[in-house]
């Protein structure tokens, strides 16, 4: 079925394989794939044919989307000023502690900290049949395998590199069903300079530890979108300089693609 529609996706775009991007994985000691799609030349590149196709949880990807749906709902605001008060419950991610989480929060601070308990108020100041209207309408989904709630960012709502980076383009250019003051709130703030946005997630799925990383690239006179996903067995420890690894990935992938 992946092979199906990519060959159905390659009517749509131009699309190129590049298995070499392998070498720049596997020589930082990490399993993963990349997805670009370069506006340019209006040409998509990748290192394994099924990773534009291969849905996994959107994670913390999900508070995008429900940014962009609380400031519409007003449930959320900008003013940095406007804090929501924290509960007094300590929360942990995966069993790692968040202390960043244990404090009142504003929507700033809720995205650079990815504050589940702070986005997860969306859900609970909706009609739950607005809420799930809200998540059946969304372009960011490719599989909802469930109407659980809990828990419904990290197992029910699947999604794929290929339509992320295509949420992340309609976001950018403010294509989205939302107000495009709200858009340019949110895509400020993924944004860590002139030249480079980034937003990343991570979650555990099918026995597996997945890290994904989205990103907008500005050095061209069009963006260039990319999405780069690792895993690892959630027996295998995380190496200490992980971050730094997948960043030299990106990297060296885009010094060898000149861009």
Do not use: C
Not at 107 to 134: C, G, H, M, R, V
Not at 198 to 215: C, M, V
Request: proline share 3%; net charge negative.
């Amino acid at each position: 079925m992946k092979y199906v529609l990519l060959f159905l996706f390659s009517g749509i775009f131009n699309l190129q394989a590049q298995n070499y991007l392998d070498y720049y994985f596997k020589s930082n000691n990490i399993d993963g794939a990349i997805v670009i799609y370069n506006q340019n030349k209006d040409e998509w590149l990748f290192n394994t044919e099924v990773e534009p196709f291969s849905n996994t949880p959107a994670a913390a990807h999900f508070q995008l989307w429900q940014a962009l749906v609380g400031l519409e709902e007003k449930v959320f605001i900008t003013d940095v000023n406007e804090k929501q008060l924290w509960d007094g419950v300590k929360r942990s991610f995966f069993e790692e502690r968040k202390p960043e989480w244990n404090r009142d929060t504003n929507l700033i601070d809720a995205f650079k900290n990815q504050t589940d308990w702070y986005f997860d108020l969306l859900q609970n100041n909706l009609p739950e049949k607005s809420y799930l209207q809200n998540i059946k309408n969304a372009s960011l989904f490719k599989e909802i395998k469930n109407n659980e709630l809990l828990y419904f960012w990290n197992y029910a709502g699947l999604t794929n590199p290929n339509t992320m980076i295509l949420f992340l383009k309609d976001l950018y250019e403010m294509k989205l069903p939302f107000n495009k003051k709200y858009q340019q709130f949110v895509i400020n703030q993924l944004f860590i300079d002139d030249n480079l946005a980034i937003h990343t997630a991570e979650t555990s799925y099918l026995g597996k530890k997945i890290d994904w990383t989205i990103g907008i690239y500005l050095k061209q006179d069009k963006p260039i979108y990319f999405s780069l996903r690792t895993y690892r067995s959630l027996e295998t420890e995380k190496l200490e300089d992980y971050e730094k690894r997948k960043n030299l990935i990106i990297s060296q992938i885009f010094d060898v693609l000149n861009f």
